[in-house]
């Protein structure tokens, strides 16, 4: 059974940083698309950042603040973000589909992890 694991979160003063892990267990995602996602009370989920073998693509809502990365020798997708705001309060949740096509609406991945929860303080 697949399952995407979500760590790194937390409480953090506003200007901080946090670094989201995201580890698949089950398989190898190294030819998945792997995308952050966050949902804050009473919205929608958000997407945030994507990225494949072949594409990066990060919401403009987060550009220059938030960074995704991966290192396929680990398994591991993050999602580093500096900067913080308190509208940046959410869970934040890794997601991952099969291919190179990176996707920013949640309805295209096929896998979820359960979520970390970022609270940023002001």
């Known amino acids: 059974q697949v399952q995407l694991v979500e760590s790194g979160g937390g409480l953090v003063q506003a200007g901080g940083s946090l670094r989201l892990s995201c580890t698949p267990s089950g398989r190898s995602f190294s030819t998945y698309a792997m995308a952050w996602f966050r949902q804050a009370p009473g919205k929608e989920r958000e997407f945030l950042a994507a990225?494949?073998?072949?594409?990066?693509v990060h919401a403009d809502s987060v550009k220059g603040r938030f960074t995704i990365s991966r290192v396929n020798a680990v398994n591991t997708v993050y999602l580093q973000m500096n900067s913080l705001k308190p509208e940046d309060t959410a869970v934040y949740y890794c997601a991952a589909k099969p291919g190179s096509r990176v996707a920013t609406t949640t309805v295209e991945y096929d896998y979820w992890g359960q979520g970390t929860q970022v609270t940023v303080s002001s």
């Open positions: 990225i494949s073998w072949s594409q990066t």
